[in-house]
């Protein structure tokens, strides 16, 4: 009777013991999941941002394009035409200069000779 009395504490013991690690890892399973998650929402902004900066900066130069192609333009048009194309150019200018990229990237803080295209910010 006494060697059953052990077996059965002995049982208790492992099954407490099995369950504290049980609940233990589940916790930590847990805690893992929230930090990936947040690792995968850090790079999915990080991915957003660049996307955004990169899109301005293409959008900058379509309308420097558009400048260009419309100054070429206008060399050829008489002159009682040219003020429609003086109104465009002016339009595009005002349009590319609010694209331009500032001191600061604001995605990276780098200076801007680091994070712009030199030359044309």
């Known amino acids: ?17 099995v369950a504290i690690l049980a609940t233990f ?3 930590c399973k847990v805690k893992d ?3 990936n998650q947040a690792m995968q929402q850090a790079q999915a902004n990080k991915v957003d941002h660049w996307s955004f900066y990169q899109a301005r900066n293409i959008r900058e130069e379509v309308a420097n394009s558009t400048i260009v192609q419309l100054k070429l333009a206008k ?3 008489p002159a009682s ?10 339009g595009y200018i005002n349009l590319a200069e609010g694209w331009q990229c500032p001191t600061l990237c604001p995605y990276s803080n780098l200076p801007r000779s680091s994070s712009c295209r030199s030359g044309t910010a």
Do not use: C, H, T, W
Not at 1 to 17: F, H, P, Q, T, Y
Not at 81 to 90: G, K, L, P, R, T
């Open 81 to 90: 035409e040219q003020a429609a194309y003086d109104e465009a150019i002016a």
């Open 75 to 77: 060399a050829g048009r």
């Open 1 to 17: 009777m006494a060697e059953k009395d052990d077996d059965n504490s002995l049982s208790m013991r492992v099954a407490v013991v």
């Open 25 to 27: 890892m589940g916790i």
């Open 33 to 35: 999941d929230n930090i």
